[in-house]
């Protein structure tokens, strides 16, 4: 019964998919936003603006609540970005598996039953450390101890923030729609309100 409970159905995936591509696209304009911070790279502050990038494996997972929901919905905003022309072409498939994938493992130690707001910051936070680990590797090897450190808090409080908060406003003003009912979301709203 609990393999069931786990196994995705249709809508799910078509979600997924929806969601994936909606992010995506909001990633491409979020490059503005990262464009317009570049006077604080230097000193580490940009990366409180990066958290926006984790806030696919936050909502997905938030909506469907079922093992995967964090690594599809991060990876397939990364895919709609890159396809959509997206500056840092294939590495966002890798930032995205690494962004979902350690968002994934905050929602796989609550047994996915947990969604309350520290447990959503807590997956952004989770994320930002993903993908600093990814960025160190690929480039940022060869900055200052001071910047990294910089960075890699504004990381975290940027996931906890821009994804992990936001993720769960955006998503809850959408559940008080009536336009998640059919998913474990919606469903877990009513059985509150009964």
């Known amino acids: 019964m609990e393999s069931k409970r786990w196994r995705w159905n249709t809508r799910e995936i078509i979600l997924a998919a929806n969601l994936g591509l909606v992010f995506g696209i909001l990633f491409m304009g979020w490059n503005i936003i990262w464009g317009f911070a570049r006077p604080l790279k230097a000193t580490g502050l940009r990366d409180l603006f990066y958290?926006?990038?984790?806030i696919g494996g936050i909502v997905v997972p938030y909506i469907i609540r079922k093992p995967g929901a964090a690594v599809a919905g991060e990876v397939l905003a990364a895919l709609a970005e890159m396809l959509a022309g997206g500056e840092w072409g294939a590495t966002l498939l890798i930032s995205g598996l690494a962004q979902g994938g350690a968002s994934e493992l905050v929602f796989a130690a609550t047994g996915y039953r947990r969604w309350s707001l520290p447990v959503l910051a807590l997956a952004g936070i989770a994320a930002?450390?993903?993908s600093?680990?990814?960025d160190y590797v690929i480039e940022y090897y060869t900055l200052a101890?001071?910047?990294l450190a910089?960075?890699?808090v504004a990381r975290m409080i940027s996931g906890a923030v821009l994804a992990g908060w936001l993720g769960k406003v955006l998503t809850d003003a959408?559940?008080?729609t009536g336009v998640l009912s059919g998913y474990a979301i919606g469903r877990a709203k009513a059985e509150e309100s009964a």
């Open 128 to 130: 930002g450390i993903g």
């Open 51 to 54: 958290g926006f990038w984790y």
């Open 150 to 152: 910089v960075m890699f």
């Open 145 to 147: 101890r001071g910047v």
């Open 132 to 134: 600093f680990v990814v």
């Open 174 to 176: 959408l559940v008080n």
